[in-house]
């Protein structure tokens, strides 16, 4: 959550959710014991946690969200302003996601300078 008050929606989704009846089914003592009961809870409808709020979930404990709104331009989708502290990524997330980007980037950038290189020459 914003606990600083940093970004608000204009016009915030309602979800007339029972922040009191949240805190009784949320009991865990840490960040993975409330994910497991969330897991559970969301499981128990049958339904699963969508995979990209999964994967966000799970990249950062600095994670802040600020909450969610309609966006009517967009087919009326949820959105969700979210912040990462980058220094805070999970080890394992940087090297998959971030780690493995990298070579291939260099690699690319390799490439299209041998590319010009090789063009130079041609028009020489």
Do not use: C, W
């Not at 994910?35 to 969508?50: D, H, T």
């Not at 990249?59 to 302003?81: H, Q, R, Y």
């Amino acid at each position: 959550p914003d606990n600083e008050g940093l970004v608000t929606p204009k016009i915030p989704l309602e979800t007339n959710m029972d922040r009191e009846e949240m805190k009784t089914i949320f009991s865990g003592r840490t960040y993975m014991e409330d994910y497991k009961i969330l897991s559970q809870s969301v499981r128990a409808f049958g339904e699963n946690i969508p995979p990209l709020i999964n994967a966000y979930m799970n990249l950062s404990p600095s994670l802040k969200t600020f909450g969610t709104v309609i966006n009517p331009s967009f087919g009326d989708v949820e959105e969700t302003a979210i912040l990462i502290t980058t220094n805070d990524l999970y080890k394992q997330k940087v090297e998959r996601h971030i780690a493995s980007y990298v070579p291939q980037s260099k690699y690319q950038i390799y490439r299209l300078i041998n590319r010009i290189r090789r063009l130079r020459r041609q028009k020489s």
